[in-house]
């Protein structure tokens, strides 16, 4: 079937999130990771792993030391992303 109006890309898909709730949640994940790694670079040598799992961000690390670091930081860390992505996708940090 042809529409008789184009439309614009970013509406459709505005729409399509609109109506997936399962694929925004997906896409703030993704976001939120690649917010992570962007922010977080000099650490990137230590993280083992990072995924989610529900609502929870889980970082994998290689050292103690850097485990800390992020394990204090974990309450300011989940605000900046939520912050950046204007989006509560993180409701705790898990290390491990």
Not at 39 to 50: C, G, L
Not at 60 to 81: F, G, H, V, W
Request: aromatic share 10%; no cysteine; charged share 30%.
């Amino acid at each position: 079937m042809r529409r008789s109006e184009p439309q614009r890309l970013g509406a459709l898909l505005k729409n399509l999130i609109e109506e997936e709730p399962e694929l925004a949640q997906g896409l703030y994940r993704e976001r939120a990771i690649a917010f992570f790694w962007e922010r977080f670079a000099p650490i990137r040598p230590f993280v083992r792993d990072i995924f989610f799992r529900n609502n929870t961000l889980h970082i994998q690390l290689r050292s103690s030391a850097a485990a800390q670091t992020i394990s204090d930081q974990k309450e300011n860390i989940m605000q900046l992303i939520n912050q950046e992505l204007h989006y509560r996708v993180i409701e705790e940090i898990r290390i491990f």
